[in-house]
């Protein structure tokens, strides 16, 4: 199964398994960027392809990754103790080239991101992120290994802001969800299922389940299963009316971790970490 360049619909590499059929679509100078998925001859990821070939615009769709920090801070500033930082929204991972190669097993690609001068002005720490990425009968497979090559404990969170496409906002269900949720809008905890009424106008919420969280279209015949595991294992669900898409994310830890110290992650140096997260996609006959 080797790695083709492709340069319709839009510049990218190819991974395909032939006897299912099933692809990933990359383009790693672009955040590293999981852009497109084949399963059951579905396209399970939505792109916004007009918005992606405008460069100066940021990318609506595919498997943005989030590193070293998931969501925001309050004026972008990071404290630590070598001083203090600016850095951006969901950091910088989803901003740079990677580099990437097929993986020794010939089951999908291996996506790597190391420091640049630029990435140390934002966030002072020697690292290596390397994202293993790997397609499985019904499945897609993401490991993410963190390592700091540093001599300072590192402090992070990490994430996935992936776009799955969708028949319609109003057709489509979850399961899996716990009762209560953190809505990202107001950042106060409210009931889940008062946030899903509203999926179709927009939604941004957080939650911590306890096992994995289901989407289930039944127009299309189709569901997408996220599961999780630890310390990968809170889930946001983001919804940009009028795209008929959800994002279904699985993060470390909420918004402003290396603050609040919630769930906040940490390297010694010379250590690694890997966190790991699955999606399993199912389809009825009719399609």
């Known amino acids: 199964m080797p790695l083709i360049q492709r340069e319709t619909p839009y510049p990218h590499w190819e991974f395909s398994d032939p006897d299912s059929g099933d692809l990933l679509r990359v383009v790693p100078e672009r955040g590293g960027l999981i852009s497109g998925w084949r399963c059951a001859g579905h396209e399970v990821v939505y792109l916004d392809l007009e918005r992606f070939l405008d460069p100066a615009q940021s990318v609506r769709g595919g498997f943005p990754v989030l590193f070293p920090i998931t969501g925001g801070l309050p004026d972008n500033r990071l404290p630590l103790p070598q001083g203090e930082f600016n850095l951006g ?11 990437m190669e097929a993986l020794a097993d010939g089951r999908g690609v291996q996506l790597q991101l190391g420091e ?16 293993e990425v790997r ?4 499945a897609l497979e993401i490991t993410a290994i963190v390592e ?10 990490f994430g996935l802001h992936p776009y799955f496409n969708l028949s319609a906002l109003e057709t489509v269900r979850f399961e899996g969800l716990p009762d209560q949720c953190l809505n990202h809008l107001t950042m106060e905890d409210t009931a889940t299922a008062t946030q899903l009424e509203r ?3 927009g939604i941004d919420l957080l939650v911590r389940p306890t096992g994995p969280v ?4 039944e127009v299309a015949g189709t569901s997408l299963e996220l599961q999780l595991s630890d310390p990968l294992d809170l889930v946001v669900l983001w919804t940009e009316p009028p795209r008929a898409m959800v994002c279904l994310e699985p993060w470390s830890a909420p918004r402003q971790a ?5 769930r906040k992650l940490e390297l010694s140096p010379g250590s690694s970490m890997t ?3 699955r999606y399993a996609f199912t389809a009825s006959d009719r399609t």
Request: no cysteine.
């Open 135 to 138: 397609l499985a009968p019904g």
């Open 275 to 277: 966190l790991q997260t």
């Open 116 to 131: 640049t001068a630029e990435t140390l002005k934002s966030y002072p720490f020697w690292f290596q992120l390397t994202m």
């Open 89 to 99: 929204q969901h950091g910088f991972a989803r901003q740079l080239p990677w580099r």
């Open 148 to 157: 700091n090559r540093g001599d300072a404990t590192m402090p992070f969170s």
């Open 258 to 262: 290396l603050l609040s110290g919630d």
């Open 199 to 201: 999926l179709a106008s």
């Open 214 to 217: 289901r989407m289930v279209d």
